[in-house]
């Protein structure tokens, strides 16, 4: 049974970081592309990054372009967004998200996902 678990969520001052992780469990053997997403309240869910089974290609949503950068360390099946410069407007539950077949930016396209976590930026 695949399991993607979230952490590293928080509250935080406009201004400040934070890096949350991903650790991933019982998929096939292999890498996979991965990404991360977020709902703000009462807002759809969004695409905010993604990033190759091999870690060398990377995408990013407009808005959080020059602020976030996605990594992963495949050997640990863990996957990271480190939030820098963040803005209140980054409030959103953030989701991490695994895709058996392709990078993508669309939500249909991930096959798993975790439960979750929630950052809140306050002003």
């Known amino acids: 049974q695949v399991q993607l678990v979230e952490s590293g969520g928080g509250m935080v001052q406009a201004g400040g970081s934070l890096r949350l992780s991903c650790a991933t469990s019982?998929?096939?053997?292999?890498?996979?592309?991965m990404g991360w997403f977020r709902r703000a309240p009462a807002k759809v869910r969004e695409f905010v990054a993604a990033?190759?089974?091999?870690?060398?290609?990377?995408y990013y949503a407009d808005s959080v372009k020059g602020r976030f950068t996605i990594s992963r360390e495949n050997a640990k099946n863990t996957l990271y967004l480190q939030m820098d410069s963040l803005k209140p407007e980054d409030t959103a539950y953030y989701y991490c998200?695994?895709?058996?077949?392709?990078?993508?930016?669309?939500?249909?396209?991930?096959?798993?996902w975790g439960q979750g976590t929630q950052v809140t930026v306050s002003s």
């Open positions: 998200a695994l895709s058996l077949r392709y990078d993508s930016r669309k939500l249909e396209d991930y096959d798993y």
């Open positions: 019982g998929h096939p053997a292999g890498s996979y592309a």
């Open positions: 990033i190759s089974s091999s870690g060398g290609s990377t």
